[in-house]
């Protein structure tokens, strides 16, 4: 079973206007983290986001916002006011804890492509 | 930027030959993790050093090794190459090797074609 599903290969958002990126995890541990970077067309890939297993509230990072729900297991990626330069491959990521010594590695979903348009 | 560095930038090589990639970590980073980008595999952790040590392996072929140096620099070899192995290469590093809310920061990556 895929451990990060992201369900939308490509998005398309009006510049100005909110998007959320969907991701759904699969973990049996307690204690967890989950990630989501950006990949421009340059290639690079930007941290942007964090949220904790044991975290109440949603992480924020200006514009960024992490919709974490615990019991549905998803972490949606909310994008405000969306600019050209947000067009890119965004990724969800997770980083479990020690159950099964995956604790040393981030695991990937596939990715989702956003297009920004003007 | 977000500190690490990775050289070269692109790569060129024939089937058959042997490459090296270079990384050196975000400054106070120990801990060095190697990935490899495909479109149709996606993301794949390879191997993870921390502080000199190799701590993890994951999808990482028999052909492919890495080390990482007293300096904290880490180079993968890559050898016998084939045309499947054409891909980016990241390199990330991160403070902990292990906590969960650390996360990794990532190099601008290689590109690696064989020809």
């Known amino acids: 079973a895929q451990k990060i599903t992201q369900t939308q290969p490509g998005m398309f958002v009006q510049e100005k206007e909110a998007v959320t990126l969907d991701c759904t995890y699969d973990t049996s541990d307690q204690s967890y983290g989950l990630f989501w970077y950006k990949q421009p067309s340059s290639g690079e890939m930007i941290f942007l986001i964090y949220q904790g297993s044991y975290d109440e509230q949603n992480a924020t990072e200006g514009r960024y916002s992490l919709n974490f729900q615990k019991a549905r297991k998803s972490a949606n990626l909310v994008i405000s006011a969306s600019q050209l330069g947000d067009s890119a491959m965004y990724f969800c990521?997770?980083?479990?804890?020690?159950?099964?010594?995956?604790?040393?590695?981030?695991?990937f979903g596939k990715g989702t492509l956003l297009t920004v348009n003007p | 930027d977000s500190g690490v560095t990775q050289t070269p930038k692109h790569l060129i090589t024939a089937t058959g030959q042997r490459v090296t990639l270079r990384c050196s970590p975000r400054s106070g980073d120990l801990s060095v993790y190697w990935y490899q980008q495909s479109l149709d595999q996606g993301l794949q952790f390879l191997i993870q050093y921390y502080n000199g040590e190799e701590r993890a392996k994951g999808n990482i072929l028999e052909r492919f090794s890495a080390q990482q140096f007293p300096d904290l620099h880490s180079e993968l070899n890559l050898s016998s190459l084939e045309l499947g192995d054409s891909a980016l290469y990241f390199c990330a590093s991160s403070v902990s090797p292990s906590g969960i809310n650390s996360p990794l920061h990532f190099g601008n990556g290689t590109r690696l074609t064989v020809t």
């Open positions: 990521a997770m980083r479990e804890g020690n159950s099964g010594g995956s604790n040393y590695k981030l695991t």
